[in-house]
Each structure stands twice: as C-alpha cells, then as structure tokens.
C-alpha cells in the first residue's frame, strides 16, 4: 500500500527544489497534492508533470508572506482536492551576511519568507487540518535552525525561529491529532542553494569547501528531503510531533 493513500497535501515552494520533489513523491505515494508558490508557470508544470503520470495535482498561485494569499490559497486547495491533511512548509529566502552587512531591508525579507510564511500557512491551515480529524504539518527548516556558522545571520534566526515554532505548535494542538515535526537539512542541492553558490567569486571552490564540511561528503538532494517528509506526512510517524530532525549528512554531529 502507498503511504501516502488518501492524504491530500499542500506544498509551499512546490516549483522547484525540495517542493517539487515532495510533490512529485507525495502524489507517487497515493497522496492528491496542491502546489503553491509564486511563479504559477513553475507550479503549472511540476503539476502537469504529476497529473501525466496519472496523479491528482493543483497549482495555486500564492504569496506566503501575503495573509489574504494564503487564506485564499488554502481554501482554494481544501475545496478542489476535498480537504487537506498535509501541510509542508518549504518556501524559503537566503541572504549571505553578517549582521552588519544584511540590511533591514534584507532582514525582513528573510525573516517575512522563512519564518512569518509558516506563520501565515500555518495559521490558515490548522481549522483545515482540525476539519479533516487531525493532521501533519512538516516544516522545512535548516540544520542552521540549530547552530550557526559565520555570514548566515538573518537565515539563522529565521531558521531558529521555525525550529521553536514547530515545537511551540506541536504542543498546543497535539490533543487535536495535528502534529508538527521539523526538517533540518545541510546544503542542498536546490536552485536557491545553487544559485548563491554561483555568485561566489569561484563557485567550484566554495561548492569544494561547502561539501568538505559534510562528514558524508556530498550536498544533499531534494530527493533525500522528500523521502523524509513523506514519512513525517505519513501515518508510520504518528507518534512523532515536536522534532526538529538533522538531515545534514552528519554536519550536526560533533
């Protein structure tokens, strides 16, 4: 049997990186998935991709840091799919610097993306979630929700902000079956990762350095992300709520 039978999922960021492969995923696992982002004409085809290999799919346009966007989004998404049960909080901004190189202006778009975003999706989907009889929320955090490194600030407290969120939920709706676990990932290779990566003054050095960090030796994928969400969206996790997880190739270990 599919894990994911009869489950009816949203996925933030659901384009590209991690959103799209736990889309994809989902829906092979039995799941019925919206993906909601932005830039529809990413969301379309992630879609279309699901609904070819025979699988229920929605696109839904969405600004997370937006309420009104995300109240109609959700809506929008518990009506065609015929409820929801699954909430994955994935969209997220990176910006490089210290405290005294991020401007305010960077600061609150991180800040509004990362942390407020799940505020917003969050808010809006747990009467959704109450509705269906209980359900799971995944957010995708960082392993940097965890512990810092040098030129992160404003996605380190972001990221340690969604960690304490996800805590802070699991436990006020626990007695209504709606859990709410965390995913920390290292380096991953998505095109926001990607992406800063390649304005870095030598892009294949740093990618060096980066994957010399990680005690397994290599970034991680998408892929690796979605197979763990989708066992935190399925039932097999059902006594889990309130963990923030490494998926860091062992980066957290020492």
């Known amino acids: 049997m599919q894990q994911l039978s009869g489950k009816m999922a949203?996925?933030?960021?659901?384009?590209?990186?991690?959103?799209?492969?736990?889309?994809?995923?989902?829906a092979r696992e039995g799941a019925?998935?919206?993906v909601a982002a932005r830039r529809k004409e990413k969301l379309e085809a992630v879609a279309?991709?699901?609904?070819?290999?025979?699988?229920?799919?929605?696109?839904?346009?969405?600004?997370?840091?937006?309420?009104?966007?995300?109240?109609?989004?959700?809506?929008?998404?518990?009506?065609?799919?015929?409820?929801?049960?699954?909430?994955?909080?994935?969209?997220?901004?990176?910006?490089?610097?210290?405290?005294?190189q991020t401007s305010e202006d960077d600061w609150n778009r991180v800040v509004a993306v990362n942390l407020t975003g799940t505020f917003l999706v969050s808010q809006a989907a747990i009467?959704?979630?109450?509705?269906a009889g209980g359900g799971s929320i995944v957010n995708i955090g960082s392993y940097l929700g965890l512990v810092g490194i040098k030129q992160r600030?404003?996605?380190?407290?972001?990221?340690g902000g969604v960690t304490l969120l996800t805590k802070a939920m699991a436990l006020d709706h626990a007695a209504e079956n709606i859990r709410v676990?965390?995913?920390?990932?290292?380096?991953?290779?998505?095109?926001?990762?990607?992406?800063a990566m390649q304005r870095m003054p030598d892009p294949a050095a740093y990618r060096k350095l980066r994957e010399s960090q990680i005690p397994i030796g290599r970034a991680g994928k998408p892929e690796d992300?979605?197979?763990?969400?989708?066992?935190?969206?399925?039932?097999?996790?059902?006594?889990?709520?309130g963990n923030a997880i490494p998926l860091d190739g062992g980066s957290t270990a020492a």
């Open 10 to 26: 949203f996925i933030t960021g659901g384009g590209t990186g991690i959103g799209r492969a736990c889309a994809l995923l989902f």
């Open 32 to 34: 019925k998935v919206a």
């Open 48 to 100: 279309q991709e699901i609904i070819e290999e025979g699988h229920q799919a929605l696109a839904v346009e969405c600004d997370i840091t937006r309420r009104a966007s995300v109240e109609h989004a959700i809506r929008t998404a518990e009506e065609r799919l015929g409820g929801l049960n699954v909430i994955v909080n994935n969209a997220g901004a990176l910006h490089i610097g210290t405290v005294e």
């Open 127 to 131: 009467p959704v979630l109450r509705r």
């Open 153 to 159: 600030a404003a996605y380190c407290a972001s990221k």
């Open 181 to 195: 676990n965390c995913i920390c990932p290292a380096l991953v290779e998505t095109e926001m990762a990607l992406g």
């Open 225 to 241: 992300v979605a197979r763990l969400a989708a066992f935190l969206a399925s039932d097999q996790s059902s006594w889990m709520t």
